[in-house]
């Protein structure tokens, strides 16, 4: 890894720290003066230790996005194209025709900076507020209780202190209304957006939205949770904020599945390039299986796997992707965004290797799925890693490895499938059926087809 010397005390930047993939070098720890939970959170994003009289810091491959702890912000700058990132960020939450939108807004940006990104983002939000103000508004019977000339709903005599010498009486009543949670979230979304789309005829749009969704509901500031509740309460009238709904979140909370519990303090927006990664490896495998009689399966669950002694379910094995031929499974793969599995060139040393615990995983999946199909040997298997640019594959020969010496056709099989993001992200978005099909190519599964 590179290393860059940082001049500055990241304690006092007033700007973020960036950190791509090379590492920084800071006179004072950066931990120094946190809260016992402003550490963990860091811990988690970030890699600190120590290297000789200074401190090596440098991002966990995992995460992208802006983490904000202790009165600094690091910039963890994503490793591919903004379009890259939109487009598998709304694919991930269902948003396909967004998505589209997005990645034609952002097909010209290469900015990876935090202001560049964002921006993207903030555009797209502005694009999805705008057409959804076009077409259905949400709106709900929201409970009120207010003192009226007229009777209206319930009246709430115990609430009356007499007989009020205005004639009103406190009644609570159902009234239909804009102010929903979805709109809030849409106004608090373009609020988000404010702070990144610059000065020009994407600012006055933003304006005009944010004037008309002042007019439809009321502004608060949301939590995390909110975004789950207001997912759950979407129909078929309002699956159309679903686009909109994902990007005001990410603007505002990033997206992070791996946040513990929803009341956890959110540094962000950070996103989980792992989870957006394991959403490109489905999209290509779907792609690549297109016109065949291939069928792709996502996050299939085996929970009768591992037992106690009684029978019960002791573990549950989940493989990313399993692609079966007419019912019977025929490729096994797991996602991992682990570019160091990418890299390292033609015969990569230890560290640049697919790890003990990844294969002993991967092969459990595709022994395990054999004997609950019935099948007399293990199915062919694959970890997916991300090809980054700039980055020097291992060979062909690397890039397989068996089970003991048996070399045979039927023995046990791994596959490390080198997925370029922006170039496999640009063949899904066109339907690029070839391209998908060639990443697939040394686990011979088109061969028949």
């Not at 097909?107 to 900076?113: C, E, K, M, Q």
């Not at 160091?340 to 615990?357: D, F, L, M, Q, V």
Request: aromatic share 8%; net charge positive.
């Amino acid at each position: 890894m590179l290393l860059r010397t940082l001049s500055v005390d990241v304690s006092r930047a007033r700007t973020p720290v960036v950190l791509n993939e090379s590492s920084l070098r800071v006179a004072i720890d950066p931990q120094q003066g946190l809260r016992e939970q402003e550490q963990r959170t860091l811990s988690k994003y970030l890699n600190i230790r120590r290297s000789g009289d200074r401190w090596a810091v440098s991002r966990r491959s995992r995460y992208a996005g802006l983490v904000q702890v202790g009165g600094t912000s690091y910039w963890l700058e994503p490793p591919f194209e903004p379009a890259s990132f939109v487009y598998l960020l709304l694919l991930r939450r269902g948003a396909r025709q967004a998505a589209d939108r997005a990645y034609a807004i952002a097909s010209n940006r290469r900015d990876r900076s935090l202001r560049g990104l964002m921006r993207v983002l903030a555009v797209t939000m502005v694009t999805e507020a705008e057409r959804l103000a076009a077409g259905h508004i949400a709106q709900s019977y929201e409970t009120r209780i207010e003192r009226t000339g007229l009777v209206r709903g319930r009246p709430l005599w115990h609430k009356q202190d007499g007989r009020p010498a205005d004639g009103k009486v406190t009644c609570r009543f159902m009234e239909k209304s804009t102010d929903t949670l979805e709109n809030r979230l849409i106004l608090a979304g373009l609020a988000a957006a404010a702070r990144w789309v610059g000065a020009g005829p994407e600012r006055a749009v933003l304006r005009t939205q944010q004037h008309v969704w002042r007019s439809i509901a009321d502004p608060f500031v949301p939590a995390r949770h909110d975004f789950d509740r207001a997912d759950l309460r979407l129909n078929r009238l309002t699956d159309g904020y679903r686009p909109a709904l994902s990007l005001a979140r990410a603007l505002l909370f990033g997206f992070d599945l791996t946040t513990s519990a929803p009341n956890t303090p959110v540094y962000a927006p950070v996103f989980d390039l792992a989870d957006l990664f394991e959403t490109l490896v489905q999209l290509v495998a779907e792609t690549a299986a297109a016109g065949t009689g291939l069928e792709v399966r996502a996050q299939t669950s085996e929970k009768r796997s591992i037992l106690t002694q009684s029978g019960e379910t002791y573990r549950r094995i989940r493989p990313d992707l399993v692609v079966s031929r007419r019912g019977a499974p025929v490729l096994v793969v797991d996602s991992k965004f682990k570019s160091k599995y990418a890299t390292g060139g033609p015969t990569p040393a230890a560290p640049h290797r697919i790890s003990r615990e990844d294969i002993f995983q991967t092969f459990f999946y595709a022994i395990r799925i054999a004997q609950r199909n019935g099948l007399n040997h293990p199915v062919p298997a694959a970890v997916a890693a991300p090809l980054l640019a700039g980055a020097t594959p291992p060979s062909p020969d690397y890039r397989q490895v068996h089970w003991g010496e048996d070399l045979s056709d039927v023995a046990a099989r791994l596959t490390l499938l080198l997925i370029p993001v922006d170039e496999a992200v640009a063949a899904v978005h066109a339907g690029n059926v070839s391209y998908c099909r060639g990443l697939f190519a040394e686990t011979d599964l088109f061969q028949s087809d």
